[in-house]
């Protein structure tokens, strides 16, 4: 079973601030058919989680490009280069390359 | 504009067999794509259930896959879920999904979850 495991657990932010979530697998998440299955999504308070992220860099429709996914192999990262109110929420990062798991989850709070 | 609605009961017994159905709008089931469901224990972190696409392929959790069935009814634009052999470790706001990844995830579009909980 590939292990995901997300750093910090909590992130308090200012809003006009950058932040970054760490993302780490087990094992590798490179396919031998050149993608890399690891998603971004978050989950705002009382509602449905929402895809952010897909093959570990690319933005979703709609999202805006203040977010960005970067990493490869087991390390991966989710950055706001500006937080605004509306990001605070649980973020979880998912890999795809075996089954499906997901992260423990950061919830980012405005401070 | 597609939409996903979980249905089912919110209440079920231990031991006993839960039903859910997922109602798409928006979107022709048989048009293809996969869907899923996924699960959030209260304050725990969200867990993939299965997969199916519209001719039933499927893929299972393979620690959820001997109580869990997956099934789609095309003509009308829904997916089932049936888990067995209930326990409270089962509580939970279940979500259904589409896969724009097929099996490889990418779940776009969520329904607003139903909750169940799993009590005597």
């Known amino acids: 079973d590939i292990v995901m495991t997300q750093s910090p657990l909590s992130l308090p932010v200012t809003p006009g601030e950058p932040a970054s979530i760490s993302c780490r697998s087990s094992?590798?998440?490179?396919?031998?058919?050149?993608?890399?299955?690891l998603d971004w999504y978050l989950q705002r308070p009382g509602q449905s989680p929402q895809l952010l992220i897909y093959f570990g860099s690319t933005r979703a429709s709609g999202v805006p490009d203040r977010f960005s996914g970067s990493g490869s192999g087991t390390d991966f990262t989710l950055k706001i280069s500006r937080v605004e109110a509306d990001d605070v929420g649980v973020y979880y990062c998912m890999q795809a390359l075996q089954a499906v798991s997901f992260g423990g989850g950061t919830k980012v709070e405005i401070k | 504009q597609v939409q996903l609605q979980e249905s089912g009961p919110g209440l079920v017994k231990p031991s006993e067999t839960l039903s859910l159905t997922c109602s798409v709008s928006g979107y022709p089931i048989i048009s293809g794509s996969y869907w899923g469901w996924i699960r959030q224990p209260p304050g725990n972190r969200l867990e993939w259930i299965g997969t199916i696409d519209h001719s039933e392929r499927t893929d299972y959790n393979p620690s959820l896959t001997s109580r869990v069935t997956i099934s789609v009814d095309t003509s009308k634009d829904q997916l089932s879920l049936r888990m067995g052999s209930l326990t409270a470790a089962d509580t939970a706001i279940y979500y259904c999904?589409?896969?724009?990844?097929?099996?490889?995830?990418?779940?776009?579009?969520w329904g607003q979850g139903t909750m169940v909980t799993v009590s005597s």
């Open positions: 999904a589409r896969a724009s990844g097929g099996t490889r995830g990418i779940f776009d579009i």
């Open positions: 094992q590798s998440l490179l396919h031998s058919d050149g993608y890399t299955y």
